[in-house]
C-alpha cells in the first residue's frame, strides 16, 4: 500500500500537463500510447504471438499526423481506421509464417491503447477542453476510492476469476466517489455542467472499471502480473492507464452526445 501511494504522488505531477493543455496533453497521450502499444503486443509475445511492431508505432504516428494537418476533419480518422484494418490483414497474407492471432494481436493493440487514449486529445481540441479533468476524476478518483472502500467493507467479490481482491463493494463506492467529484468539479469550475458532469462521474466510473477488468482478463490470458515495471507499485503504462483508456472515450462522447 505503501508504494501504491509514493508511486501515486509522483504521477500527480504529470496532471500539470493536462493543465498547460496543447501539444503537452497531446504529447502525453501519443507517449502512454505508444507505451502502452509496445506493452501490450510484449504481452502477447508471453504466449507465443508474434504481432505486427511496426505497423502499430507507424499507425500510431500517422493517426497523429493526421490530427497535426487536419485537426478538424473526422474523415481522416475514418480513412486511419479503414487503413488500419486493411494493413493489419495484409500482415496476415503470409499464412505459413503468420497465424490469425498475429494479425487480430496488431490491430487490437493499435485501437486499444493509441485509438482509445486518442479521445484525450479530442476532447482537448473540442470547445469543451475544461471537462478533460473527469477523465482523470473518474478513472482515478474510481480507482482509489474503490480501493480504500474495498478495504473497509469489501465481503463480496466483484471478478473473483479475474481480480480476487475487487469487491462489489469496492465497485459501488468507486461509482459514488467519482460521482461526488465530477459533481465538485462541475460546481466549481463548470457550473453550467453540472448536470453533465454528474452523468459522467456515474456512467465514466463504470466504463473505467470495465477497462481496469479487461486488462486484467488480457494479463490472465496472457501469464502476466504486470504489464510492465515502469511506474513501482502499479507495473506498467497499462496498469496505471488502462481506466483511463475506457474512460476517455467515454467522457468523450457523453460529451458529443449530451453537452
Not at 21 to 26: A, S
Not at 59 to 79: E, H, K, Q, S, T
Request: include cysteine.
Amino acid at each position: 500500500m505503501k508504494t501504491r501511494i509514493i508511486s501515486a504522488c509522483i504521477m500527480l505531477p504529470l496532471l500539470i500537463l493536462v493543465y498547460m493543455g496543447g501539444i503537452w496533453i497531446t504529447a502525453a497521450a501519443f507517449v502512454v500510447g505508444i507505451i502502452g502499444l509496445n506493452e501490450f503486443y510484449k504481452g502477447f509475445e508471453a504466449v507465443g504471438t508474434v504481432p505486427c511492431k511496426p505497423l502499430g508505432y507507424t499507425a500510431a504516428v500517422l493517426l497523429y499526423g493526421f490530427n497535426i494537418f487536419f485537426p478538424d476533419d473526422y474523415r481522416f480518422v475514418m480513412f486511419w481506421a479503414a487503413l488500419t484494418v486493411i494493413a493489419s490483414m495484409v500482415y496476415g497474407f503470409d499464412v505459413e509464417k503468420r497465424k490469425l492471432q498475429d494479425m487480430t494481436s496488431t490491430l487490437m493493440g493499435i485501437f486499444y491503447t493509441v485509438f482509445l487514449s486518442y479521445h484525450i486529445v479530442l476532447i482537448e481540441q473540442s470547445s469543451f477542453r475544461q471537462l478533460i479533468w473527469l477523465v482523470f476524476l473518474a478513472a482515478f478518483g474510481t480507482d482509489i476510492m474503490a480501493y480504500f472502500t474495498g478495504m473497509a467493507l469489501g465481503k463480496h467479490k466483484l471478478c473473483p476469476h479475474l481480480s480476487p481482491k475487487k469487491s462489489i463493494e469496492g465497485a459501488v463506492g468507486g461509482v459514488i466517489g467519482s460521482v461526488i467529484l465530477c459533481v465538485l468539479f462541475g460546481h466549481f469550475f463548470a457550473p453550467d455542467f453540472k448536470v453533465l458532469c454528474l452523468v459522467i462521474g456515474f456512467f465514466g466510473s463504470i466504463v473505467s472499471q470495465l477497462g481496469d477488468l479487461s486488462a486484467s482478463a488480457f494479463k490472465r490470458q496472457m501469464g502476466i502480473k504486470d504489464y510492465g515495471n515502469l511506474i513501482p507499485g502499479h507495473g506498467g503504462i497499462l496498469d496505471r492507464f488502462d481506466s483511463v483508456l475506457f474512460a476517455a472515450p467515454a467522457v468523450f462522447y457523453c460529451i458529443e452526445f449530451l453537452a
